[in-house]
């Protein structure tokens, strides 16, 4: 097997059956949101929605039935996924939780950690955010600052994180920071913790973006308390932990169809009659569409055998957010429509948006340059 | 049978599709010896059912072939071959004797004979047998049959012109009923994105090689970023392209699939010329020359994005389909490319 060969996954019948379970949800729960909303998707925070999604069972389904999850495959999650991704539904108060937090806690947590966070993720109540980049460690991860000293039973935590998505609206933070020196390991000495921010001497502080709304966050610890139970897995493993999170994060439909939105009212827009301009760009990028989601499930057969497709995962991410940041671009190209907001139709409301959220597409997760770099170093070049 | 057809590929094509065979095939010379090795290692007959004299393979499984063939620039219509005794299968007629191509037409049969000037064929002057269709029927001919006229693509390749005048056909059977009205089209365009594939490969293996040998300021040039991340972006587009080409290979088991190989071969032609231009980039002048082995590849891609329809046919393809289906059908066109396990065989 060669890096560049992701060979085809199909969907298994089991998780197949699965999709019309979720559109028969999502045609009784989406009636009345408009294309500007969906256009938010994994952006849009939604809790009645997440909680009526946890009530049908189609959040943390691959947890253990005891948690309340359905012990399902990655498959399953997948097709789960990406049916509410291509509806434009509002998934982002369970979406971080259920993709990265649930996952993370099953495989490093305490069955006590499991017991008394899992079953609430699981329901849609819960929300959690990740603590990665600080002010001085963005791209550079390795070099964050906030620290974590050991105090008795626990942990005194001091320290910043930024750019942190929905940690105004969430109960927890999953953060890595440091407890140890790194030594001549620029990756050791980190460790990963839950942090409830509404602790004593957590603050967290919107930071508004370019378009106005408000989805990140700069959280300042001061002083702040952790119990011995707050530590997820071992000491010192936290960027190893993290890795193999990311890998969740990198590679999932999310990363190809965020903007789906704004192909369906370009598709309404252009009508059933497109000229070859405008019938080459739609076609263009419902081909690519079509081969990074064949990719996409060739990594969650990697991921569903327990394999490591830090790799593979970088690739799709890549060329999906590519992809999503185009989408904006040939929108504007082929119709005739100004990009509004707070007025005009539907289409020209959603291009605005992901006008604007474009360039985030390709920041948030990990930038283009420093994937390209992971990509470089698998094929031998660094 | 995957890992079997690959190891058999590779060891086959590694050792005989050389430097020299490759030029001798530029000047029109048919490499006898490589291709008696195909013959022997039953290659071409790979997808075609035992019961018709083949080795009965899944076409899914034929993919790693037909990419294999791409990385290595077979000088040869293996990939054709391949694609026609599969067809032939399907149909259920014999596999054809020797190497056979394909032509997309047009040509009638009338009263059992077959007239008609079928262009831009595939090796059309050294192959055996060539498959056209004529209304609703498959026909199988002779080539030697037929008048031909050479043509070359931009690596040498024949893509010639046959005249058949009301010649007798070796074969001919019906369309199978669900196949789409331009099957043959469809199957030219699945092998080409699976050898696109497999030549982006190549170029991806020979970059890589070259960066971390060619040292310039001091050091190998892939130490430098802005050699890593051109690499990066060539592997990216030889991903692409090669999980477009297999999920097309595997969603066509019972004939081509319109609209999986619409973008796969959409996806790969574009992925061609973007990874032939950052190979050349990378490997600088001595890539340009004709005594580097960079050209065979990058000349093929150049000419098989363009065969059996353009990036730009395909996505406008693709494009007036999902128009046609609307936005409330978007969604749907679109996960209906890939077959779920259920829906195999």
Known sequence: ????????????????????????????????????????????????????????????????????GREAGAFARYVVSEELLAAGAPVSAHWIADRQSAPLLLHFGTPAQQERYIPGIVRGETCFCIGMSEPNAGSDLASIGSRAVREREGWVLNGRKIWTTNAHRSQYMIALVRTGGGGDDRHGGMSQFVIDLAAPGVTVRPIRDLSGGEHFNEIFFDDVALDGEALIGTEGKGWAQVMAELAFERSGPERFLSSMTLLHTLVEEVGAEPDALQAFHIGRIGARIVALRAMSLSVTAQLDRGGDPTWAASCVKDIGTALEQELPEIAQLLSAGEPRVDSGSDHEQVLAYLTQLAPSFSLRGGTREILRGILARGLGLR | MRDMFEETAERVLGDLVTPETLVAA??????????????????????????LGGVGGSWHDAFVLVRA???????????????????????????????????????????????????????????????????????????????????????REPRDTLVFAEARPVAAAPVPVHFPPDALLLGGAMIRSAQIAGGLGRLLDTAIDYANQRVQFGRPIGKFQAIQHQLAVLAEQTALASAAAEMAFASSARGPCPEAIAAAKSVASEAAGQGAAIAHAVLGAIGFTYEHVLHFTTRRLWSWRSEFGSQAVWAQDIGRRLCRQGESGLWAAIIATAPASASKG
């Open chain 2, 69 to 155: 063939a791409g990385r290595h620039a077979a000088p040869v219509p293996l990939a054709e071959t391949i694609l026609v005794n599969w067809l032939l299968g399907l149909a259920g007629l014999d596999a054809a004797p020797g190497a056979a191509t394909l032509a997309v037409g047009p040509g009638r049969l009338v009263d059992d004979v077959f007239s008609g000037t079928l262009a831009d064929v595939p090796w059309g002057g050294q192959a055996g047998h060539v498959l056209t269709r004529s209304e609703d029927s498959f026909v199988l001919l002779s080539c030697a049959d037929a008048k031909s006229t050479a043509a070359l693509n931009t690596a």
């Open chain 2, 26 to 51: 530029e000047s029109g010379a048919w490499p006898e010896a490589l291709w008696s090795a195909v013959e022997e290692n039953g290659l071409g007959l790979a997808a075609a059912p035992e019961a």
């Open chain 1, 1 to 68: 097997m060669r890096l560049t060969d992701f060979a085809f996954a199909p969907i298994p019948e089991a998780a197949e059956t699965l999709r019309g379970e979720v559109r028969a949800f999502l045609s009784r729960e989406m009636r009345d949101i408009p294309p500007v909303v969906r256009a938010d998707s994994w952006m849009g925070y939604d809790t009645a929605f997440s909680r009526k999604l946890g009530a049908a069972g189609l959040i943390g389904i691959t947890m253990p039935k005891r948690f309340g």
